[in-house]
Every structure is written in structure tokens, then in C-alpha cells.
């Protein structure tokens, strides 16, 4: 009788191995992620030799450094999140603009980007610029626009952070 439980505890215990083996063939190392996200920005034109660094642990990852663009930081944050085995991001990377514009120059750029894009034609708009922090309250027919418009904003010299509050049209 003795057998039987010792069978069973052989089982469990293959059972166990094989979860364990599988868990960790499933998920890449944190070195791994680490080195995808790396050669991945390396391979982006835009991000190219940025002064950005990496952490990684149990699949959380923080960005860290600097660019000179807005776009640069959306780009590396995007990138991190398209990599597998990464369950949580946290930007952490500044914006050093190298050309440095006036609010009133954003503000201008902003709104030429409303003027020559079609799908805001007509639209409500607010546009406040504070030391290149963006912020936008804008009216638009479809979300895809708000991600457009981020897009657009973030290229933008000067422009350190942005903040989009949006309303849809019903």
C-alpha cells in the first residue's frame, strides 16, 4: 500500500518540475528583455544612440536618461511594451530639447498641425504651452485623432511633455 502514495507524491512531483520548466521557458529573462528592447531602439532611426538606459526585473521595466524629443520617449516606451515578457513600463526618460522654441513658437506649430490636417477641420481647441508642457482640450470625431495629434505634437523642438483631454463628437 505503500506504493501508491509513493507513486502519487513521483507524480506530483514530475507535475511540479514540468510547471516550473514551462513557467520559466515562457517567459523571457530579464536580461533577454533587457537586450530585445536595446537592439530594438538601436534598429530605430529616431532613437539611435539616445542616452536612454534600461532596468528590468521580473518583467517590470523603467526607462531612464534622456532625448531631445518628445517622440524619442513615446518611441522607447512604445518599444518596451511591444516586448515579450514585459508585464508593467514606467517612462521615467526626461526631454532635453536641443533647439529650444518659445511657448508662443509651440503653440504656433500646434496649431498649424490643426489648420493642414483635414480631420480637424472645424474642431474646438485649446492650446496652453507653460515652459514646453503641452496641454490640449480639444474636441474630435474619432480617437484615432488623439493619437495622431499626440504623434504630430511630440515631433515638435521644444515640447517636453504633453497632456491631450479629449471629447468626442456623439
Do not use: C
Amino acid at each position: 500500500m505503500q506504493t501508491i502514495p509513493r507513486i502519487k507524491l513521483l507524480l506530483l512531483s514530475i507535475i511540479f518540475l514540468f510547471g516550473v520548466i514551462e513557467t520559466s521557458l515562457a517567459s523571457p529573462s530579464d536580461k533577454i528583455i533587457r537586450q530585445t528592447i536595446e537592439r530594438q531602439a538601436f534598429d530605430t532611426f529616431k532613437i539611435r544612440l539616445k542616452n536612454v538606459n534600461i532596468a528590468v526585473e521580473n518583467g517590470y521595466v523603467v526607462l531612464y536618461g534622456s532625448v531631445n524629443k518628445y517622440i524619442q520617449k513615446m518611441i522607447y516606451e512604445k518599444i518596451a511594451w511591444k516586448t515579450e515578457g514585459v508585464i508593467e513600463v514606467e517612462n521615467e526618460i526626461r526631454v532635453i530639447p536641443i533647439l529650444s522654441q518659445t511657448d508662443a513658437d509651440i503653440e504656433r506649430n500646434i496649431k498649424n498641425i490643426i489648420k493642414t490636417h483635414r480631420q480637424f477641420q472645424g474642431v474646438k481647441i485649446n492650446v496652453a504651452v507653460k515652459s514646453g508642457a503641452v496641454a490640449v482640450r480639444i474636441t474630435l470625431d474619432h480617437p484615432a485623432d488623439v493619437f495622431f495629434l499626440k504623434n504630430r505634437i511630440a515631433e515638435i523642438d521644444g515640447v517636453i511633455s504633453i497632456n491631450i483631454t479629449a471629447k468626442f463628437i456623439t
